[in-house]
C-alpha cells in the first residue's frame, strides 16, 4: 500500500475505517484480475545496472522517510530511531546514532545540521557528530521528510502548518498555516529548498513558495480544484515533490492535474493536464514524468505538455515517484525491483532486485547513480553502463 487516507479535525487526524479507506483509494487487487501487478516481462535490456555499495541504515522505513544528498554525502533515517552519515561515492559510514524515539519523517540536512521527527512530532536536530543539539515540538505529527537550510529547520505538519525553527537553537521562528480539506492522504510528500524558498504542497490541490527566512508566503498556486460530491471524491492532494527547472516549476496531484507554473513569469500556470498520480513526478531538461494511479508513467513534453510516450508494462506494481538520471528514468517497486527506462521513448532498458521488501521512498538521481532507501532500512547505490 502507498498511502492510507486519513481526516484532519483541527490540530489532530484520525485514521478512517480500513475497509472504507482502502476500498474509496481503489487500493483492493480486484477478485477478477483487472487490478493484479504486471508480471515481469523479458526484454532486449539496453543499459547494465548494478549495485555500487550497499550499508544499513537501521531499522524498515515507510512514507516519511527520504535520504538526503549534499554534495558528496548522504544523510539518511530509519523508523527506528537510527540516522547516519554516509559516503556517497562508497557508502562508508560517517556516523551513525540511535535516538531513543521511533521516528516518523527524516531526514533533511544541509550538510551541517541534520533533522528528523519523532512519533510524538518531536524535532530533533543533530549536529555532523551526530551529536543532538536540541529538540522542539512541532504543532502535531509529522510524517513528510524535513527540509534544512539558510539557518532554518523547516517541518509540514498534520495540520497543515509549515513551521520554521532556528537551526542552531531550535526556537521557532515562523508558522503558515491555510485551512484544509476535512479528508486528506497520507501519502508520499516531500517539500524542496530552493533559493531560499520552500517549495510545499498542501492538502486540498495547492502550492506555495514561502521565504526559509521569515515564513512570508511569496506565491500560492492552484494545481487541482476539488470536484465531487463527496469528500473523498474531492481528495486532490498534491503530492510527491515540487520540481523545478530553468524557470518551470511542476508539480502533480491525485485526482487533479500535472501542471508546470512560469516563476520567471511570477508564477503563471504554462500547461496542465488532467492527471492523477499517488507518488508524485520528477523532471529533465525535455520530459516531465510522472506514473499515475494505475502505475502507467507517462512522460510529458516541458514545452506543452503533450504526451511523449507511456510505458505500461509496470502496471499495479505500486511504483514509487521516479527519478531522471540522464541517461534513464527509473522507478522502485513492491517487489523491491528498481526499473530503467529510455527517457526519449519510455522502452524498458534495465532492472535489478535489491530486496528488502516495498520501496516506499523515492529512487534519488546522484552523481553516482541511482540512490534507493530499502523498506528494511538499507541505502543501496546503484550504477548504470
Known sequence: MQFKCLTHFAQFSTVLFAGFVLTGCSLFTGDDGRNDPAPLTEYKPGLSAQIGWKTAIGGSTGIGFAPAVVRDVVYAASSDGSVGRFDLSSGA????????????????????????????????????????????????????????????????????????????????????QRPGPS?????????????????????????????????????????????????????????????????????????????????????????????????????????????????????????????????????????????AIGSAVAVGDFEGFVHFMAPDDGRMLARISVGGGALRAPVLATTQGVLVQTGDGNLIMIVLN
Open 183 to 323: 479528508l486528506a492522504l497520507r501519502a508520499p510528500a516531500r517539500m524542496a529548498l530552493i533559493e531560499g524558498m520552500v517549495l510545499s504542497g498542501i492538502p486540498g490541490g495547492k502550492l506555495m513558495a514561502v521565504n526559509a527566512l521569515t515564513g512570508d508566503v511569496q506565491w500560492e498556486g492552484v494545481v487541482a480544484v476539488p470536484k465531487g460530491s463527496t469528500d473523498l471524491e474531492r481528495v486532490n492532494d498534491v503530492v510527491g515533490s515540487p520540481s523545478v527547472v530553468g524557470p518551470l516549476l511542476c508539480a502533480v496531484a491525485h485526482q487533479g492535474r500535472i501542471i508546470c507554473f512560469d516563476i520567471a513569469a511570477g508564477g503563471r500556470p504554462v500547461w496542465s493536464k488532467p492527471f492523477s498520480s499517488n507518488v508524485g513526478m520528477t523532471v529533465d531538461n525535455r520530459h516531465a514524468y510522472a506514473p499515475n494511479t494505475q502505475d502507467v508513467i507517462s512522460a510529458f513534453n516541458l514545452q506543452d505538455g503533450s504526451v511523449a510516450w507511456k510505458q505500461d508494462a509496470l502496471r499495479f506494481r505500486r511504483v514509487t515517484s521516479p527519478a
Open 93 to 176: 559510514v560517517g556516523w551513525k546514532t540511535k535516538l531513543d524515539q521511533k521516528l516518523t519523517a527524516g531526514v533533511g540536512s544541509d550538510g551541517t545540521t541534520t533533522a528528523v521527527v519523532t512519533a510524538d512530532g518531536t524535532v530533533v536536530a543533530l549536529d555532523d557528530t551526530g551529536q543532538v543539539k536540541w529538540r522542539s515540538k512541532a504543532s502535531s505529527e509529522v510524517v513528510i521528510p524535513p527540509v534544512v537550510g539558510f539557518g532554518v529547520v523547516v517541518v509540514r505538519s498534520g495540520d497543515y502548518r509549515i513551521q520554521g525553527f532556528n537551526a542552531e537553537n531550535g526556537e521557532r521562528i515562523w508558522s503558515v
